[in-house]
T-cell receptor, first 113, second 111 residues
Framework: NAGVMQNPRHLVRRRGQEARLRCSPMKGHSHVYWYRQLPEEGLKFMVYLQKENIIDESGMPKERFSAEFPKEGPSILRIQQVVRGDSAAYFC???????????FGPGTRLTVT | QQPVQSPQAVILREGEDAVINCSSSKALYSVHWYRQKHGEAPVFLMILLKGGEQKGHEKISASFNEKKQQSSLYLTASQLSYSGTYFCGTESRNAGNMLTFGGGTRLMVKP
């Protein structure tokens, strides 16, 4: 059973470009969470999705950031017009049901130059 | 508001014990513990759901005091592989499945 998969693992974007981060949950998991981690800091919740629905996006900036989890395919975190402050590691996690443990993917390290 | 972890950092000799604490100002539904090594993803250790629950996994165990809104992670006879940053993630009542993580405790085990 493959774990949570994220791609790309490393992404370099210039200021103003768009970044698309993909997350495929573990097989059988329908709950996906996105977190951001700055160097030497903890994980900050961004958004919680189930298939085709955003359940909680309270941790996601209102502008430039969006997330989706379509019926088919991976969950996508999209950052438009990236700025240097967006540079961070973005982790997604999945769980089989609400209230269960979350398993993390390897993360995407975004660098904005 | 994120839970508070203590200590922020600890250095151990192989074979020594350590306790990491996690305190929240909110009423908790569950506490999740993770270990993260530098440059890697957090790895799930255990989840505690009920007040007063204790769990163990080999030489790592944890307790959850719902009334005090606290959880502690116990590392006994530490091994070199225990080195990393430990995070608690708390789930508050009526907050869905959103986890709020503490700032982490850096643990270094030396030979």
């Amino acid at each position: 059973n493959a774990g949570v998969m994220q791609n790309p693992r490393h992404l370099v974007r210039r200021r103003g470009q768009e970044a698309r981060l993909r997350c495929s949950p573990m097989k059988g998991h329908s709950h996906v969470y996105w977190y951001r981690q700055l160097p030497e800091e903890g994980l900050k919740f961004m958004v919680y999705l189930q298939k085709e629905n955003i359940i909680d996006e309270s941790g996601m900036p209102k502008e430039r950031f969006s997330a989706e989890f379509p019926k088919e395919g991976p969950s996508i975190l999209r950052i438009q017009q990236v700025v240097r402050g967006d540079s961070a590691a973005y982790f997604c996690a999945s769980s089989p049901q609400q209230g269960y443990e979350q398993y993390f993917g390897p993360g995407t390290r975004l660098t904005v130059t | 508001q994120q839970p508070v972890q203590s200590p922020q950092a600890v250095i151990l000799r192989e074979g020594e014990d350590a306790v990491i604490n996690c305190s929240s100002s909110k009423a908790l539904y569950s506490v999740h513990w993770y270990r993260q090594k530098h440059g890697e993803a957090p790895v799930f250790l255990m989840i505690l759901l009920k007040g007063g629950e204790q769990k163990g996994h080999e030489k790592i165990s944890a307790s959850f005091n719902e009334k005090k809104q606290q959880s502690s992670l116990y590392l006994t006879a530490s091994q070199l592989s225990y080195s990393g940053t430990y995070f608690c993630g708390t789930e508050s009542r009526n907050a869905g499945n959103m986890l709020t993580f503490g700032g982490g405790t850096r643990l270094m085990v030396k030979p």
